[in-house]
């Protein structure tokens, strides 16, 4: 079964800093992998996909890099704004039948004025 | 976003009583997810489908049933609701970028 793990479970930064948030899966076979945002009391909002046969996704500020070999996956956000304050989750998916997704608990973000 | 949307948003139903959920997509996507989300225990699958009257199980199906007459409507049915059974619902589509988008989420209180 895969197990999809992200740490730190919180993280405070002052503005302006970068977040660098991490996400490790036991099961190597992904075939892709999400990173989503959700605000409280709110659904998931998808920020970044990446298919398993890339290293990197860009959007904006995100970058979201993935070491399939590893079990890794690494977001980064430049320069933090308050309005990043969420919780991030990333979830993987094993196989391209079913595209059935497997989450992690999520780092929960508070980006400080 | 893919236009998803759930109904009803908010429910407080009683032990024992059969609830039904509602998730609708305007994207015409083909797979279509019931998950849960609880403190603890983050989002697990509850109900997939892949296609209309196509469904299959997820990790955490008993006590549910899912429907799919129509490709935009995916139903998901609480037969006997329990109190175990109480959290927050999303539903969510596959895009055709293999992203999936989610629904607001549907908010069951079981007493």
């Known amino acids: 079964k895969q197990e999809v793990t992200q740490i730190p479970a919180a993280l405070s930064v002052p503005e302006g800093e970068n977040l660098v948030l991490n996400c490790s899966f036991t099961d190597s076979a992904i075939y892709n992998l999400q990173w989503f945002r959700q605000d409280p009391g709110k659904g998931l909002t998808s920020l970044l996909l990446i298919q398993s046969s890339q290293r990197e996704q860009t959007s904006g500020r995100l970058n979201a890099s993935l070491d399939k070999s590893s079990g890794r996956s690494t977001l980064y956000i430049a320069a933090s704004q308050p309005g990043d304050s969420a919780t991030y989750l990333c979830?993987?998916?094993?196989?391209?039948?079913?595209?059935?997704?497997?989450f992690g608990a999520g780092t929960t973000v508070t980006v400080r004025a | 976003d893919a236009g998803i949307t759930q109904s009803p948003r908010h429910k407080v139903t009683e032990t024992g009583t059969p609830v039904t959920l509602r998730c609708h997509q305007t994207e015409n996507h083909r797979y279509m997810y019931w998950y849960r989300q609880d403190p603890g225990h983050g989002l697990r699958l509850i109900h997939y489908s892949y296609g209309v009257k196509d469904t299959d199980k997820g990790e955490v199906s008993d006590g549910y049933s899912v429907s799919r007459s129509k490709t935009e409507d995916f139903l998901l049915t609480l037969e006997s609701a329990t109190s175990s059974q109480t959290s927050v619902y999303f539903c969510a589509s596959q895009g055709f970028s293999y992203e999936q988008y989610f629904g607001p989420g549907t908010r069951l209180t079981v007493t």
């Open positions: 979830a993987v998916s094993v196989t391209s039948n079913d595209y059935k997704l497997s």
